[in-house]
């Protein structure tokens, strides 16, 4: 199972078209590396909102949905040329008068599979509304099963605990951190959650700056491709990892199998170990 992670670069841009033809160029370069799943970050599409209007105003978040169909038509339209997985980063959709930060899985036959992320961020609360999701769902692909949970989500256990006991190996994570800080956050918690699941974790993150989008002005980021830290694994646990705050996509296969022989008989086993009679799992 190969799979690429792209470090996005957001900068200004001057219509849909200039999107369009970014998001192409991080696709067909994974696709020269034969990636079967490609990772897009959070909030990718707010570069949508640096855009001039008509009115001379800033764009706010609550355009941002006025850009869902365009989005869908272009991942759909790649997903299908290329054969390939796409996880389109999020993006803000409108639903019942709420606003969601869904991450998107655009499959090679044309389906197009939706998260909701879970797990709001005071930020993103109280300056843009958005609203938690209520569902956690798998996705069944002809590699293997896989989650997305975005950002913020991977710091709750319980949310991978889940996504595991319904059968995903491989979790994707695309997040957006504005500093060290929330960086650190996430990817801690990223090799915590593959320590503690047996199970790969796919990450990536913004980089670049949008200087008319507000809350959008600082990103700091970086792909990496996260293991179990067992024998079969690197020492460190990570496949491969970017270069911070570059422009650029790493790549690196995926063996199912080699999860399914530490979960068996690794130096430990973390999910079969587990004190389910001392504390409550999820059914």
């Known amino acids: 199972m190969r799979v690429s992670a792209v470090q996005y670069h957001l900068h200004t841009i001057d219509s849909f078209q200039q999107f369009a033809d970014q998001v192409t160029h991080y696709v067909k370069t994974a696709q020269e590396f034969e990636a079967e799943f490609v990772l897009f970050p959070e909030f990718i599409t707010t570069q949508l909102l640096s855009i001039p209007t008509n ?9 941002l949905p006025n850009y869902t169909e365009p989005y869908y038509e272009l991942f759909t339209s790649l997903a299908k040329q290329t054969g390939m997985y796409l996880i389109g980063g999020t993006h803000v959709i409108r639903k019942n008068g709420k606003l969601y930060n869904v991450a998107h899985l655009f499959t090679p036959d044309g389906q197009i599979h939706q998260q909701a992320k879970l797990h709001i961020t005071p930020t993103e609360v109280k300056e843009w509304g958005i609203a938690p999701g209520e569902s956690i769902n798998v996705f ?4 293997g099963t896989i989650a997305l949970l975005t950002c913020y989500d991977i710091e709750f256990p319980e949310a991978v605990r889940i996504v595991r006991a319904k059968g995903a190996d491989v979790i994707f994570c695309p997040s957006c951190t504005d500093d060290r800080h929330g960086f650190h956050r996430v990817r801690y918690c990223c090799h915590a959650r593959a320590v503690e699941n047996q199970v790969y974790v796919v990450t990536t993150g913004t980089v670049g700056s949008l200087p008319t989008v507000d809350f959008m002005r600082a990103n700091f980021g970086q792909a990496a491709v996260i293991t179990p830290n067992d024998i079969p694994f690197p020492p460190r646990g990570i496949l491969v990892e970017g270069e911070i705050n570059d422009d650029m996509i790493v790549t690196a296969d995926l063996d199912l199998s080699l999860l399914y022989k530490v979960r068996e008989k690794g130096s430990v086993t973390t999910w079969r170990d587990r004190r389910t009679d001392l504390y409550p799992d999820w059914k």
């Open 55 to 63: 009115s001379g105003k800033a764009a706010t978040i609550d355009d």
């Open 140 to 143: 069944e692909t002809e590699k």
